[in-house]
């Protein structure tokens, strides 16, 4: 069984930052691939930034420069830094784990942004 909690949404305003976590537990062994996706109203699921164990790092265009994805391999953690955030990032974000070509994925959390 795999677990994937998350936390650190919330309201901010426009201009603002918040930094989401995400721990992984459970029968994890051999995962290499964690990321964060978002999906606002209405609109599909969109991968936001991902990161391997070796710390290769992959953004969404929308976010370059603004968002810093980081993990903690000892706490398997994965992290999602998010500075000068936009109305456009209301969303609500998962984080994703892929154990052996298969895609675990938290409850998610809710990011607000007001303009």
């Known amino acids: 069984q795999v677990r994937l909690v998350e936390s650190g949404g919330g309201l901010v305003q426009a201009g603002g930052s918040l930094r989401l976590s995400c721990a992984a537990s459970?029968?994890?062994?051999?995962?290499?691939?964690m990321g964060w996706y978002r999906q606002g109203r209405g609109q599909e699921r969109d991968m936001v930034a991902d990161?391997?164990?070796?710390?290769?790092?992959n953004y969404a265009d929308s976010v370059k420069g603004r968002f810093t994805i980081s993990r903690d391999n000892a706490k398997n953690t994965v992290y999602l830094q998010m500075d000068s955030l936009k109305p456009e990032d209301t969303a609500v974000y998962y984080c994703?784990?892929?154990?052996?070509?298969?895609?675990?994925w938290g409850q998610g959390t809710q990011v607000t942004v007001s303009s």
């Open positions: 994703t784990i892929r154990l052996w070509g298969i895609n675990y």
């Open positions: 459970g029968n994890i062994f051999g995962f290499n691939y």
């Open positions: 990161i391997t164990s070796i710390g290769n790092t």
